[in-house]
């Protein structure tokens, strides 16, 4: 699996896989890591655009994700979501800890307030 | 109309998006909604991951799925004969996990519960766990 990233005006753009679950997750969490490491941005951007499934496993990986990213101040947010990842953060309770962000913030890349 | 599958895999993660999608293939004879199976897709993701990493510790083993239905009723069950679960009322709360380092939520008894209409849980410490998941087809109605 290759990961697809941008980094721009302060944000990490994270381009997720079609499908996440307890495969794909220990790999995607490395992943996301090392990109969150290398690149000392302050917002961190889930872009769910690719993606169509997302279980449980995918909630550990935000959550830890978030949880690190929390740490150091920086703040968290997931966009373009589907119908079926949306129900998935409803029904969690993800979207209480990770806000669900609109087209227009992310084509601004402004989230950040730059 | 009646009909029944069984589905029989090595306990590898990579057969976890097999079985969830074997299992859509099957019910998609039901004619249901792309919500409705995308909800069984998760629930038995998430019964076919525990068995992978929980029953078997991610060591060698077997998963068994199997789906029936009968008119708009269909029924899934997950076996393994794995470790088994010791407290499976603790096993079932929201954010309990065994695993914390693997980064595990502890949502997947909660999401299979969220998506299923009923879910129940046999174990025995040693002998494996089954769990079986039921859902009707077709309760709401196309124009809602």
Known sequence: MRQSYQ???????????????????????EDIDRMIEISH???????????????????????GRCRNFGYSGGSVQAVHLNDRVKKIFMVSGLS?????????????????GE | MENRMRLEF?????????????VSAFFAQL??????????????????????????GEKEGTVVVTCTYH????????????????????????FFTTKPELERSGMGFAFMEAFMDEVSVESEPLKGTKVTMKKRFGER???E
């Open chain 1, 7 to 29: 980094c721009k005006n302060g944000q990490l753009i994270v381009e997720m896989p079609k499908e996440i679950d307890h495969h794909c997750a220990k790999e995607l969490r």
């Open chain 1, 41 to 63: 941005v302050r917002v961190l951007v889930f872009d769910f655009s690719q993606t169509e499934f997302m279980d449980s496993s995918g909630i550990g990986v935000l959550i």
């Open chain 1, 96 to 112: 209480k800890l990770i806000p669900i962000g609109t087209e227009q913030e992310r084509a601004g890349g402004r989230v950040d």
């Open chain 2, 10 to 22: 090595d306990a590898v993660s990579v057969n976890e998006s097999f079985a969830r999608v074997a």
């Open chain 2, 31 to 56: 004619n249901p909604t792309v919500d409705e199976i995308e909800d069984v897709k998760t629930a038995v993701s998430e019964a076919v991951t525990n068995s992978i990493i929980h029953g078997y």
């Open chain 2, 71 to 94: 008119d708009k009723d269909s029924e899934v069950v997950v076996i393994d004969e794995g470790v088994g679960i010791a407290d499976i009322e603790k096993s079932m709360e929201p």
């Open chain 2, 141 to 143: 109605k196309l124009e």
